[in-house]
């Protein structure tokens, strides 16, 4: 496992924790790294998969990679190191304007019969002195950037999600829509949209949320919906998904009425 001398592996993780674990890494680095695809798919028919960088700033920078294994359970998601994974290589330079491509593959091949999820983790040295909020200060005070492209090991056949939806006012007043993950599959988020029963609509743009087996996640929506009835329509990266809420006339929780996807 590569480690930095700049920075502890905890410390990696806060660092890509505070970036938004759920946030997909098109142009990881603003517009002057470019990484693609946002996601790899492995499974024991597909062990490799390539992950391509271009460095279109005008300095040279050196990529280093790291392999988590990436949990969820409940509301609480973390990251621990694992060799099930491998990058070939484990460090990347590129001179301005280049490009190179990384090899991400299974240590061990054969069948796997449940889902795993992984982060590659990306940290990028050395190189602007003010790079934004995307940053970490290390211990000699050079900043360094860092990101991640989550990995998906698949089993063999069909393994899909289900998302179970509820909604309910916090006690500020705000409805909180939340979303679990009772299903085998991973799910991603990509908008939803709420109609409630006098044809208010309150829209989720731009989401991008990922549920792994297990896991909650949750959005405050807005404070001025009604009681009554909101049918609901979720974007997803396995189709639409609907339910039928029904939020009390006391504001205080919503049940589930119907459910399809």
Same mark, same amino acid.
């Given at each position: 496992?590569?480690?930095?001398? *700049?920075?502890?592996?905890?410390?990696? %993780?806060? @660092?890509?924790?505070?970036?938004?674990?759920?946030?997909?890494?098109?142009?990881?680095?603003?517009?002057?790294?470019?990484? $693609?695809?946002?996601?790899?798919?492995?499974?024991?028919?597909?062990?490799?998969?390539?992950? $391509?960088?271009?460095?279109?700033?005008?300095?040279?920078?050196?990529?280093?990679?790291?392999?988590?294994?990436? $949990?969820?359970?409940?509301?609480?998601?973390?990251?621990?190191?694992?060799?099930?994974?491998?990058?070939?290589?484990?460090?990347?330079?590129?001179?301005?304007?280049?490009?190179?491509?990384?090899?991400?593959?299974?240590?061990?091949?054969?069948?796997?019969?449940? %889902?795993? @999820?992984?982060?590659?983790?990306?940290?990028?040295?050395?190189?602007?002195?003010?790079?934004?909020?995307?940053?970490? $200060?290390? @211990?000699?005070?050079?900043?360094?950037? *860092?990101?991640?492209?989550? %990995?998906?090991?698949?089993?063999?056949?069909?393994?899909?999600?289900?998302?179970?939806?509820?909604?309910?006012?916090?006690?500020?007043?705000?409805?909180?829509?939340?979303?679990?993950?009772?299903?085998?599959?991973?799910?991603?988020?990509?908008?939803?949209?709420?109609?409630?029963? @006098?044809? *208010?609509?309150?829209?989720?743009?731009?989401?991008?949320?990922?549920?792994?087996?297990?896991?909650?996640?949750?959005?405050?929506?807005?404070?001025?919906?009604?009681?009554?009835?909101? *049918?609901?329509?979720?974007?997803?990266?396995?189709?639409?998904?609907?339910?039928?809420?029904?939020?009390?006339?006391?504001?205080?929780?919503?049940?589930?009425?119907?459910?399809?996807?």
């Amino acid at each position: 496992m590569l480690s930095s001398p *700049q920075m502890s592996f905890m410390s990696r %993780v806060a @660092a890509a924790v505070a970036l938004g674990l759920s946030i997909f890494a098109g142009t990881a680095f603003g517009e002057t790294l470019v990484v $693609q695809p946002e996601q790899l798919r492995l499974s024991a028919a597909r062990p490799v998969a390539n992950l $391509q960088f271009r460095n279109s700033s005008a300095e040279e920078t050196t990529l280093r990679f790291e392999v988590t294994q990436w $949990q969820h359970e409940g509301d609480r998601e973390w990251l621990t190191p694992s060799r099930k994974l491998i990058t070939v290589p484990e460090k990347l330079t590129l001179k301005p304007g280049n490009s190179g491509k990384v090899k991400v593959g299974l240590r061990l091949s054969g069948p796997r019969w449940e %889902v795993e @999820a992984f982060r590659i983790l990306i940290t990028e040295a050395p190189r602007l002195p003010n790079v934004g909020k995307n940053t970490a $200060q290390s @211990a000699a005070g050079q900043m360094i950037r *860092q990101s991640s492209v989550p %990995v998906f090991l698949l089993p063999p056949g069909e393994v899909n999600p289900r998302l179970n939806w509820s909604f309910k006012r916090n006690s500020e007043g705000a409805v909180i829509l939340r979303a679990s993950n009772s299903g085998k599959g991973y799910a991603r988020l990509h908008s939803a949209n709420l109609l409630g029963p @006098a044809g *208010q609509s309150i829209v989720k743009r731009n989401m991008s949320d990922v549920l792994l087996p297990g896991g909650i996640r949750s959005w405050t929506l807005a404070p001025e919906a009604a009681a009554g009835r909101w *049918q609901l329509t979720a974007d997803t990266n396995v189709g639409p998904m609907r339910a039928e809420l029904e939020l009390d006339p006391d504001e205080s929780a919503a049940i589930v009425l119907t459910f399809s996807q």
